[in-house]
């Protein structure tokens, strides 16, 4: 059984900067969380959910284009810890983020149905 918390949600205003963390619980000894890929996805109401960034296994990265540039995702092996560290935030930002966990998703890719264990989720709002 994997399970996933968030924190470090919060209003901050455009331009700033805020860093999410996620805590990863991983029963089975024979998959420790370090053998999980594990991403960011975001959801407005209304929208459809949005991939934001996934870290492999390995240690390779991939962002949406609407994030490039802006976030950066990290992991913590030792602490079985993620993280997503956010700068330059715009309005456009504003979502419920996620953290999901897969043992083998598509490579290049952020596809909501690779990842089959999920956060609760904590609230990003950026005022103008």
């Known amino acids: 059984q994997v399970q996933l918390v968030e924190s470090g949600g919060g209003s901050v205003q455009a331009g700033g900067s805020l860093k999410l963390s996620c805590a990863a619980s991983?029963?089975?000894?024979?998959?420790?969380?370090?053998?999980?890929?594990m991403a960011w996805f975001r959801q407005s109401p209304g929208k459809e959910r949005e991939g934001v960034a996934v870290?492999?296994?390995?240690?390779?990265?991939h962002y949406g284009a609407s994030v490039q540039g802006r976030f950066t995702i990290s992991r913590d092996n030792g602490k079985s810890m993620y993280y997503l560290e956010m700068n330059s935030l715009k309005p456009e930002d504003t979502a419920m983020y996620y953290c999901a966990a897969a043992r083998s998703p598509g490579w290049g890719r952020l596809w909501a149905s690779d990842f089959h264990h999920w956060g609760q989720g904590t609230q990003v709002s950026v005022s103008s």
């Open positions: 991983c029963a089975d000894p024979r998959y420790p969380c370090s053998a999980y890929s």
């Open positions: 870290i492999y296994y390995d240690g390779r990265t």
